[in-house]
Structures are given as C-alpha cells and as structure tokens.
C-alpha cells in the first residue's frame, strides 16, 4: 500500500512496530516533511512516526548500510528486515537494535535490495528483489539467503524493481522487472 504526502510525494508503507509507531520507505526532493525522507546526503530513506503520520524523522537505529526498504514479519510485529546497497539486517526488538545477516555476494553495482517480501503464512519463507541480481529467497527468517531467480526471462533479473508473495498461494511470486511482471 501506498501512502501520499503534501506536495504529491508518495511512499511505501512498510509496518508497524508493537508500540504502534509507523515506518516507511521512501525519499522525497521535496520540502514537506521536515528532513525526513531526504535525498541529499545524509540520505535516510526509512522513517518512522509516533504520531500516526503527523510527522516523521528519519529512523536512526536502522544501520545505515541497510537503510533503502524495509519489511515486517506478519506474525510477530516486532520482527524488521531492512535491506541497503549490498546488505541486509534484521531486528527482532521492534528496530530497536540490528544485527547484518547473511546474504550471496552481489555485483559491485547492484543497485541495492529494491523489494522484500515475506510469505504470510509461514514467515520462514522471506524474498528480497536485487535490482540488478535478481531473486534472493530465505527459508529461515532471513538469516541466509541464496538465489531463486527460476521462471524470470531471460536478463529479467537484471532488472529487478519489486517482489510480492501471494498471499493465497504463497508458492506464487510476482516480479516486477523492467522488461514486464513475472
């Protein structure tokens, strides 16, 4: 789902922690929301509020290195994985503190962590979209990864943009790649 801003900025609404503060991912060249969603550096592109949306800073736990989306676990709301340039990290306090998991080596110019996706059924199940590296998939809460880009055409990966699990059949994925939806 998405969440729309003053100036028409938009945003992916991420989750919510056990305390009921939101986090989203997304930037803004925009003036609106007072520093948070900036682009210019030192650019932070998870925020969160306290206040159901009335403002927003920029969420300062979340390690810098992993701080370009974000993803809750369905069934336990205080469990985060937030995805960056080449890493990613997972909270299991409600954000409080992150710890770096462990993910395949990725191109030097991977674009970054684009999408995560977890099966809402059996959170085991966890997918991460690699811009340019294609499909990551976690069978164990996300502490390792490795590759599922099997049914992308081909040079799909090389453009991953966004991942979505079926939430009736959480064996079905949708990619999105700049070459069309898979």
Known sequence: SYAGFPGGDSFEVATADP????????????????GAFRLTPPARFINLSSDDGG?????????P?????????????????????????????????WR????PPVREQSGGIASIAWDSKDPRFIYGAFT????????????????ANTGLAPGGQSATQKILVDPAVPSRLY???????Y
């Open 175 to 181: 990619v999105k790649t700049q070459s069309g939806i």
């Open 65 to 97: 290195e992993c701080d370009m989306t974000l993803a809750g676990n369905p069934q336990d709301p205080a469990v985060f994985l937030a995805g960056g340039s080449t890493a990613m990290c997972k909270s299991t306090d409600g954000g409080h503190t």
């Open 55 to 63: 403002t927003w800073t920029p969420a300062a736990d979340v390690p």
């Open 19 to 34: 305390d009921g503060n939101l986090y989203v991912a997304g930037a803004s060249a925009g003036p609106d929301l007072e």
């Open 132 to 147: 340019f590296s294609g499909v990551l998939k976690s069978t164990d809460g996300g502490e390792t990864w490795s590759a």
């Open 100 to 103: 770096t998991v462990s993910i």
